[in-house]
């Protein structure tokens, strides 16, 4: 099995309303994640199978857009968001879902800095350089818990 890390795309400002949690996806954020989906099914060839994003609206909309695109399941998962980061939560789930697929499928965790590196640690068993931009992401192979690419290698 494959997990995909991803930030989510370009959201809005902050609003006085809704603040960090309902911030929506900007017209440009909402592509990102559509040429995110694109780039993993038509150049890295990979069958993504399941987004999981966070509950905060910018990470739900990405996570949408990526699924839609590969047929995928959807599903907003607490565990990824800013206030319940829960790694462990990650792990069983990950465990869980890797009895389920194998080689080149692929499980998306879509979510927010800073704990998108703390979930390429938590998969790769390694600390990520990477600059995580929005909408960029990275490749890890599950079982060899190696970084195989990223938004910049494909």
Known sequence: MLVIVMRHGEAQGFSSLGGDRNRELTYNGVKQAQQAGKILAEQAKIQVKEVLASDYLRAYQTGAEVAKIHQAKFNPFRA???????????????????????????????????????????????????????????????????????????
Not at 106 to 127: C, M
């Open 80 to 154: 990824l968001s800013i206030s319940h980061e829960d790694l462990d939560e990650v792990a069983v789930k990950l465990e869980t879902l890797a009895q389920e697929y194998q080689g080149n499928q692929a499980v998306v965790l879509v979510s927010h800095i800073p704990i998108v590196y703390d979930l390429v640690a938590l998969v790769a068993g390694t600390p990520s350089s990477f600059p995580f931009h929005t909408g960029n992401f990275v490749v890890i192979d599950y079982e060899t818990k190696k970084i195989i690419g990223n938004s910049n290698s494909y």
